[in-house]
């Protein structure tokens, strides 16, 4: 039963993230988890969220046990491929690499560049999440991996992901801190509204391909402040990241970077 675990990783030790556990029992992809953060998706687990080995943090991830969760959480087995939305590398990130490069290159034009790394952000974080599934046996799939190849850590970009995924040619307006950006003349609770469609569009897609996900939105009435809307993002985009990992295991995922690092993207969908 192959087993996909998607992460949407702050690029810093106090950000929110999200993680989402999917697994396919040969009738289709099942969300078995999908949690706003690292010490919810423990928790799922029966497991404490303290720091130290085998336990962790809110806010810092922990490759060893985020996958102990999970293998409790499938009844043992392992998971396949790790998808996580962060820059990650074999070699240390001093600035933009060809990975980010290339994707600007490509999706540019479709608002979809992506943003420049540095050695502070993501820093650590990056690569605690890369050397950590690395010595775990989840080495870095570059261009020079091929598609299907498992056990690994594959990065993804949930903004051009979300292009194939929708079959859309701009960058989807989802995210909650940029929607003043994106609706500069509307009131917050415009906003909010707006915010919440997207969300749902996107979720009506990826409801249509896996099941089990559970995760409901709220009435734009209810929402108080725009930022109660972060937490769902981010398990959005967790979800996101596992999606791109059925693509990978499906073959239908390309590499787009060098030896170093690469962000999968899927295939165009028929």
């Known amino acids: 039963m192959p087993a996909i675990l998607g992460i949407d990783a702050a690029w810093t030790e106090g950000g929110s993230s999200g993680i989402a556990l999917l697994r396919d029992d040969s009738s289709g992809w099942i969300c078995i988890a999908a949690e706003r953060s690292y010490a919810d998706f423990m928790g799922r687990a029966g497991l404490a969220s303290q720091g130290g080995k085998g336990l962790v943090p809110d806010t810092i991830p922990n490759p060893d046990a985020l996958l102990s969760a999970a293998e409790y959480l499938l009844g043992g087995n392992k998971v396949d491929v790790v998808a996580v939305d962060i820059p ?32 502070t952000r993501p820093g650590k974080v990056g690569t605690r999440l890369s050397e950590g599934f690395s010595e775990l046996e989840y080495p870095l799939a570059t261009a020079e991996t091929q598609a299907g190849d498992k056990p690994k850590l594959i990065e993804v970009f949930p903004h051009v992901a979300l292009l194939r995924m929708l079959g859309v040619n701009r960058r989807v307006t989802y995210k909650v ?28 897609v990826l409801k249509q391909e896996i099941c089990g996900i559970s995760l409901n939105l709220p009435a734009p009435a209810t929402v108080k402040f725009l930022s109660r809307l972060k937490p769902i993002e981010d398990v959005i985009d967790a979800i996101v990241c596992a999606w791109v990992g059925i693509s990978y295991l499906g073959k239908k995922a390309k590499p787009f970077g060098d030896h170093t690092a690469s962000i999968w993207v899927p295939y165009p969908r028929d």
């Open 88 to 119: 990650v590398a074999s070699v240390p990130i001093l600035g933009r690499r060809a990975a980010d490069n290339t994707i600007s290159s490509e999706f540019g034009a479709n608002w979809c560049g992506t943003h420049s790394p540095s050695p």
């Open 177 to 204: 801190a940029k929607s003043k950006r994106y609706w500069p003349k509307a009131s917050p609770e415009a906003r909010k509204e707006r915010l919440l469609f997207e969300f749902a569009k996107i979720l009506e």
